[in-house]
């Protein structure tokens, strides 16, 4: 059994860890951007990408430097990006949230699940290999945010540990005598068609103008992560609702902006996953 103050400690230090792994999944977009362009590394990853100045540790503490700097370097002022401050407090609440989700009821639960190794292990699995999609996602949605590219390795990459938790998912539903094996793979292959099938159809179908051909492949792996088509439903509705709220303004303002649409696609997937772990447990908790 689990008293509060140990969940709140471990889901403080979940917090915490992810709010680390934004900044890492961050510093890991400038790093492959630096190799794709061929140049050197900045060899520190504490380095002011204006003034080259390192960086004190405390001018490098996930979440609080950007609110204690304004989003800018301490000595030449120049602006660190949102997408910094965005990446590390998205995953800071995403591991919050799918921690309470996932791993309280598996703690909770342990004396009863240690009774079932193998499943135990599945779930277990299922919760850090979507945490790692979660810092993947996160290095693909920052690149395309600031260089409209998604880098063709990462994408396979997700695609990979994308497959990886549909299968555990899976694997779970066919061993548990209440689940319902083919009805999941029906939603996981009409999640796959809903979300993968509609960004290839409108990659092709715009000519490459309104969705790029690594999209489609992002929202693969999106999809198969969630395995469910009525979250697969949720995501492109709301990546859309996300796009558009976002690029309207500026699309009136310019003449020719680009929105790349990658990073709408992983906030709204983040968005989605979250709500639909957490959304019934808060049902049964207001209840
Ligand atoms: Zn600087």
Redo the contacts with the bound molecule.
Sequence with gaps: MLDGVVMALILGMMFILGAVFGSFACCQAWRWRYHAKGENDLGQWSV?L??K?RLHWYDNVPIISWLVLRGR?R??H?KIGLADFASEIGLAIAFFMLSWAYLVPILQNWNILALHPLFLTLQVAVFVITLILLVILTVLAVYDAKWGELPTVLLFLSVIVGAMVAVLKMYILSLSESGDFEGGALSLAGGVLILAGTCFVIYKASGERLMGGGDWILALALALALSDWWLSLWTIFLANLLGDVVALPKALGKKKHVVYFGPFLVTAFVIVLILGNCLPLLMIAWK
């Design positions: 002011c204006h003034c100045k370097c000595y030449c120049g």
